[in-house]
């Protein structure tokens, strides 16, 4: 049986990262491994729902079309999650890393699991100072 990775790309000028925000990345790419982890297939698809409000909730169905087993992102709201893990497919959480990176690690075993983003998306401003 073979393993189909999604991973969300998000792209800052050359550099491809894991997306922030998994319904804003901008495509995917999908590997495709067999039991040993050799990469027998890379395909990249444009997210077609980016920026849009119900994008994400619509997301994990469409992507589950493709018969992957895991999907990759930097962070992900707990509906999106629980509508992957209805489909079968595994949630795993790696905000910040390239993306190559977060697929080694990913196969080497060391990259798992998920935490969901438990507020609406604003922590690109930064940690907000309380001055008593």
Request: charged share 20%.
């Amino acid at each position: 049986m073979n393993n189909r990775i999604a991973i969300a790309i998000e792209e800052n000028g050359l550099k491809e990262t894991v997306a922030e925000h998994f319904g804003r990345c901008s495509k995917f790419y999908l590997y495709e491994l067999d039991e040993k982890n050799n990469l027998l297939n890379k395909e990249s698809f444009i997210n077609p729902l980016a920026g849009e409000q119900s994008g994400t909730c619509q997301l994990p169905g469409y992507i589950s079309q493709y018969k992957v087993n895991a999907v990759i992102a930097g962070g992900m709201g707990q509906k999106a999650i629980s509508k992957f893990l209805d489909f079968g497919i595994d949630v795993i959480t790696a905000p910040g890393l390239l993306y190559e990176n977060a697929l080694d690690l990913y196969l080497e075993g060391k990259l798992s699991g998920y935490e969901s983003c438990k507020h609406d998306h604003d922590h690109e401003h930064g940690h907000h100072n309380h001055n008593h």
